[in-house]
C-alpha cells in the first residue's frame, strides 16, 4: 500500500487491481435478484394477458368501465353527435394534436377505447362530463373531449388508446 | 484505544461534515487505524462473518417481507408464490433459510472461539454478556421466523415452543395464551411473529453496535490471552484485518452456497412443506438443528418445570462465564486440563445435538441426562475447580513473542474435524428422528439429481399424462398454473400448447353480471382445478383419507438415511428421498399383505407406505396409459415419469437454480483465490 505511489505497475498492484475489480463485479452483479425482484412477477404478468369484451350490451351514447391490468378502460358508444363535434375541431388548436380517426379503428368510428387515467397526476376522469362532450377529471379540472383528448386544464396529454383489435363486430379484444 | 481521533481529512466536503458530526473519524478510528493483536487466527475472521449474515438476513428478509403474506389462510400459499413466481424469489428464499443456518453456525464458531481463548475474562464481560443476549434474540428471532411458512413444522414448533411458557408457576397458561392471542396458536399468533420477527433482527443490530463498541474499548483478545502492550504488538485494521476477513468471508460464502444452490433443503424438514394442520401432529417434532441441544436438556429432565427451567438455565449460565472461570491465564493454549475439558465439553454440546433429534426413549433418554449433567458440571463444577488448581503453562511476554514462536495450527485442524464432524452429525439426526420400520425406498436413478441435473422433458410429458389421466382423479395440483408447462425448465411444451391445453379445462369463474358463477374455458393464468370443491368433499369420496395436493409431494415427503450416508449425501448433493418415496409408493402395492400383517377393511398394502396401510388403492396398472413416444406403458415407466413431473412441479426452478450455482461457484473460487493471494501480499510486509 505504501509503495502505490511508484510510477511502475509492479504485479502486487495488479493482483490488487483485479481483486478489487473482481469484488466490484461480483457486488454489482449480485445487486441484479434484489432489484429484478421488484419487477411484477409470473402470475401477474399471467393475470395481465388480453381479456374480450362484448360490446353489444352497451348503447349508443353509453359507456361502461372494464379493468384490465388493474387500468379502468372506457368503452364508449359515441353518439353521432359526439363523433362530429371530435371530428369538427381543428387539430392544430389542440393541446397534444391528434385526429379523432387516429384514436378509433376504422369501420367502428362510433367506439372510442381509452385508458381512463387522467394523463394529470393519474385520478379518473368522469366520463360524460365537462364542457367537450368528454370526460371531467375531479381532482384539478382537466377536460377531456369526446374523442379523449385534453381540451382544458393541467393535464399535458390525451387519454391514451390501450391495444385493442375488434375480433368482430361487437367484441373487442383489450391487450 | 478509540480516544480523539487524529483523522485529518483533506477534502473539503468532508471537513465541513466531520467539523458538525465527527463520523468519518469515528470510522476511521474504529475500521481504519484501529490497533488489531496481529497474532489473530481464523476464528477471529467469524466476527467479520457474523457481520455479513446479519446483513444477508436483513435484506433478503426485508425483501422477502414485500412478497409474504402474514395470514394464516395464504402464508403458505404465498411462501409458495414467492418460490415459483417472483423473480429470483427462489434464490431469495434459500439465501433467507440457509442463511438463518449459516448464522448459526458462525456464532457457535464465535462462541466456542471466545470459550477456548478466554475471551470472556476481565476487561471482556460487559463484552461477552452482549454477546449472549444478541444469542438470545437470535434464537427469538429464528424461532419466529421458521413459523412464517406456516408448514406443519412451523405450525407444531410454535405450539411447543410457546407451550414452554405454561411449565410458570401459576400465571403459566394466562402467559401461553397471551403469547397467542388466541386460544391456540393461530392466525394472530403468526401476525405478531411476523411483526416481531421483523423488529428484532434490528433489535440485534443495535445490540451489535455496543457489542462492537466494547470490544472497541477493551481491545480484541487474540490467541496467546496477553493484551497488546507495544505497537510491535498489533497492525492497523485496516489493510491487514480487513483483507483477512474478506478472505474468510470469501471462503464462508463459497460453504453457502453450497447450501443456496445445491442442498437448498438439506437441513430443512420435509414436514414443512406440508400446509399448517392444527388437527394432525407430526410423528416427530424437531425443531431446528441450531437448537437441538437445548431440546434435549428440555426432555432429558422428566418435570416440566424443571425442564424448562434447566433448558433456558443453559443459555443464562453462560452470562455468568465471566466468574465461573476465575483462572487468571487466558487463552486454553496455556492451559492443559482446560483445553482437554473444552474439548470434551465439545463433544457434549454435539452429542446433546444428536439426542435432541432422536426419539425420546430407552438409552437416549439416560444418555441425555447423563449429558445435560456434564454440561451444567463444565460450567458450575470443572470451571471454578480448574481455575484453583491448575497449574498453567507460562504465556508468552508480548504478542510479538507469540507470533515469533509460531505457535502450531495442530488445534485448528482438530477443531475442523470436530465442526465438521459435529455439523453432519446434526444434519443427519434431524432425519434420524423419523424413526421408520418400513422398508427404505430403493434408490432411483434420476436425471435431476446431482449439480448438472436436468429434467427429462419426455419423462414430465408423459408424467403429466399420468397425471391427468389417472391420478387428477383425486389429487390436486393447486400450486401449478397452466401457463408454467410453456416455462423454461419446465415440460418444454409452447405457449401455444400451453393454451391449447388449459382450454381442455372447464374453469369455474364468476359472479358474472348477473351475479352467477359460471363455467369458461381455461387460460393459461389459470390453475389445475382440484377434483374436490373442499377437503370434506375430497375425504367422503375417499374413505376419510384426505388425498394430499401432489404440487409439493415430492418435497413434503422424505425417510432416514442413516449414518453415514448423510455425510456423503452432502457431498453428493442428494436430495431424491422424495421422488424415491413416491415411486416407491405408487409400485409398493401387493395384493396380498405378508403373513402377520392385517390391513383393515377399505385399506390396501403398500410395502413403502408408514404403517403399510394406505386408504389409496393401486392407482396404477400396466397399459392403463398409452404413450406416443413408444415408451413402454408398464406400472414401472409410469410411476418414473409421473414422479419427475412431479418433481418439477415441487420445484419448477431447479434447473434456473444449479445453472446459477454453477456460475456463481466459479466466480466464488477465483474470488476466493485472488482474496487469498491478496492477504498474502499484504500481510508480508507485517511480518
Ligand atoms: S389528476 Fe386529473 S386533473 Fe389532476
Known amino acids: 500500500m505504501t509503495t502505490a505511489s511508484s510510477a511502475e505497475p509492479t504485479r502486487r498492484d495488479f493482483l490488487f487491481v483485479a481483486t478489487g475489480a473482481a469484488a466490484a463485479v461480483g457486488g454489482v452483479v449480485t ?47 359515441r353518439t353521432k353527435k359526439q363523433v362530429d363535434e371530435a371530428r369538427a375541431v381543428p387539430v392544430a388548436s389542440l393541446p397534444d394534436p391528434a385526429t379523432d380517426q387516429s384514436r378509433v379503428k376504422e369501420g367502428h368510428d362510433q367506439w372510442l377505447v381509452v385508458i381512463g387515467i387522467c394523463t394529470h397526476l393519474g385520478c379518473i376522469p368522469i366520463a360524460h362530463e365537462g364542457n367537450y362532450d368528454g370526460f371531467f377529471c375531479p381532482c384539478h379540472g382537466s377536460q377531456y373531449d369526446s374523442s379523449g383528448r385534453i381540451r382544458q386544464g393541467p393535464a399535458p396529454a390525451n387519454l391514451p388508446v390501450p391495444p385493442y383489435q375488434f375480433v368482430s363486430d361487437s367484441k373487442i379484444q383489450i391487450g | 484505544m478509540s480516544g480523539p481521533s487524529d483523522y485529518q481529512p483533506t477534502n473539503p466536503a468532508v471537513k465541513w461534515i466531520e467539523r458538525r458530526l465527527p463520523i468519518f473519524g469515528l470510522m476511521h478510528s474504529s475500521f481504519v487505524a484501529y490497533p488489531t493483536p496481529r497474532n489473530l487466527n481464523y476464528w477471529w475472521t467469524f466476527g467479520a462473518i457474523l457481520s455479513m449474515m446479519l446483513g444477508v438476513q436483513i435484506v433478503t428478509g426485508v425483501i422477502l417481507a414485500m412478497h409474504y403474506t402474514p395470514e ?198 420435509a414436514d414443512n412443506y406440508i400446509p399448517a394442520n392444527p388437527g394432525v401432529t407430526p410423528a416427530h417434532i424437531v425443531p431446528e438443528w441450531y437448537y437441538l441441544p437445548f431440546y434435549a436438556i428440555l426432555r432429558s429432565i422428566p418435570n416440566k418445570l424443571a425442564g424448562v427451567t434447566a433448558m433456558f438455565a443453559a443459555i443464562i449460565v453462560l452470562a455468568f462465564l465471566p466468574w465461573l472461570d476465575s483462572a487468571r491465564t487466558r487463552s486454553s493454549r496455556y492451559r492443559p486440563l482446560a483445553k482437554q475439558f473444552f474439548w470434551i465439553f465439545v463433544v457434549v454440546c454435539v452429542l446433546l445435538g444428536y439426542l435432541g433429534a432422536q426419539p425420546p426413549e430407552g438409552i437416549y433418554v439416560i444418555a441425555g441426562r447423563i449429558l445435560t449433567f456434564c454440561y451444567f458440571a463444565y460450567f458450575l463444577i470443572l470451571l471454578p475447580l480448574l481455575s484453583r488448581i491448575e497449574k498453567p503453562r507460562p504465556i508468552p511476554n508480548s504478542i510479538a513473542d507469540d507470533v515469533l514462536a509460531k505457535y502450531g495450527s495442530k488445534s485448528a485442524v482438530s477443531t475442523v474435524i470436530v465442526l465438521a464432524l459435529a455439523g453432519a452429525l446434526f444434519a443427519g439426526s434431524a432425519q434420524n428422528a423419523r424413526a421408520e420400520e418400513e422398508a427404505t425406498p430403493p434408490s432411483q436413478k434420476w436425471s435431476f439429481a446431482g449439480p448438472f441435473g436436468t429434467f427429462d422433458r419426455g419423462a414430465m410429458q408423459r408424467g403429466l399424462k399420468v397425471y391427468k389421466e389417472v391420478c387428477s382423479a383425486c389429487h390436486a395440483l393447486s400450486y401449478i398454473a397452466f401457463r408454467n408447462l410453456a416455462d423454461p425448465g419446465g415440460p418444454g411444451y409452447t405457449a401455444a400448447q400451453a393454451t391449447a391445453f388449459a382450454g381442455e379445462y372447464k374453469i369455474k369463474d364468476g359472479p358474472n353480471d348477473q351475479g ?28 376419510g383419507a384426505l388425498p394430499p395436493d401432489l404440487s409439493l409431494i415430492t418435497k413434503a415427503r422424505s425417510y432416514e438415511r442413516g449414518f453415514p450416508k448423510f455425510v456423503f449425501d452432502f457431498f453428493s448433493t442428494f436430495q431424491e428421498q422424495g421422488p424415491n418415496y413416491v415411486d416407491a409408493i ?40 398409452t404413450f406416443d413416444d413408444g415408451s413402454p406403458a408398464t406400472v414401472a415407466q409410469y410411476a418414473k415419469d409421473v414422479t419427475t413431473f412431479l418433481m418439477w412441479a415441487a420445484e419448477p426452478h431447479m434447473e434456473a437454480r444449479k445453472r446459477l450455482g454453477l456460475q456463481v461457484f466459479v466466480f466464488l473460487i477465483i474470488f476466493a483465490g485472488l482474496m487469498y493471494f491478496t492477504k498474502k501480499k499484504v500481510w508480508a510486509d507485517a511480518h
Open chain 1, 31 to 77: 445487486l441484479w435478484p434484489f432489484i429484478s425482484q421488484m419487477n411484477p412477477d409470473a402470475s401477474t404478468i399471467a393475470a395481465g394477458a388480453p381479456i374480450e369484451v362484448d360490446l353489444a350490451p352497451i348503447a349508443s351514447g353509453q359507456d361502461i368501465k372494464v379493468f384490465w391490468r388493474g387500468k379502468p378502460i372506457y368503452i364508449m358508444n
Open chain 2, 72 to 269: 394464516a389462510s395464504v402464508a403458505f400459499r404465498s411462501v409458495e408464490s414467492i418460490v415459483r413466481d417472483v423473480n429470483y424469489g427462489w434464490l431469495l428464499r434459500n439465501m433467507h433459510a440457509s442463511g438463518a443456518s449459516m448464522f448459526f453456525l458462525a456464532v457457535y464458531v464465535h462462541m466456542f472461539r471466545g470459550l477456548y481463548y478466554g475471551s470472556y475474562k476481565e476487561p471482556r464481560e460487559v463484552l461477552w454478556i452482549l454477546g449472549v443476549i444478541i444469542y438470545l434474540l437470535m434464537m427469538a428471532t429464528g424461532f419466529m421466523g421458521y413459523v412464517l411458512p406456516w408448514g406443519q413444522m412451523s405450525f407444531w414448533g410454535a405450539t411447543v415452543i410457546t407451550n414452554l411458557f405454561s411449565a410458570v408457576p401459576y400465571v403459566g397458561d394466562s402467559i401461553v395464551t397471551l403469547l397467542w392471542g388466541g386460544y391456540s396458536v393461530g392466525n394472530p399468533t403468526l401476525n405478531r411473529f411476523f411483526s416481531l420477527h421483523y423488529l428484532l433482527p434490528f433489535v440485534i443490530a443495535g445490540v451489535v453496535v455496543l457489542h462492537v463498541w466494547a470490544l472497541h474499548v477493551a481491545g480484541q483478545n487474540n490467541p496467546a490471552g496477553v493484551e497488546a502492550k507495544t505497537e510491535k504488538d498489533t497492525v492497523p485494521f485496516t489493510p491487514y484485518a480487513t483483507i483477512k476477513d474478506g478472505f474468510g468471508v470469501s471462503c464462508f460464502l463459497l460453504f453457502f452456497a453450497w447450501f443456496i444452490f445445491y442442498m437448498p433443503n438439506y437441513l430443512g424438514d
Open chain 2, 586 to 625: 405408487l409400485q409398493g402395492f401387493e395384493d396380498k399383505p405378508p403373513a402377520g400383517v392385517t390391513i383393515p377393511e377399505g385399506s390396501y398394502y403398500n410395502k413403502y407406505f408408514p404403517g403399510h396401510s394406505i386408504k389409496m388403492p393401486k392407482p396404477l396398472s400396466d397399459g392403463q396409459v
Open chain 2, 516 to 543: 352467477e358463477m359460471f363455467e369458461r374455458p381455461g387460460r393459461p393464468a389459470d390453475y389445475f382445478p382440484s377434483p374436490f370443491p373442499n377437503e370434506q368433499a375430497a375425504r367422503a369420496a375417499n374413505g
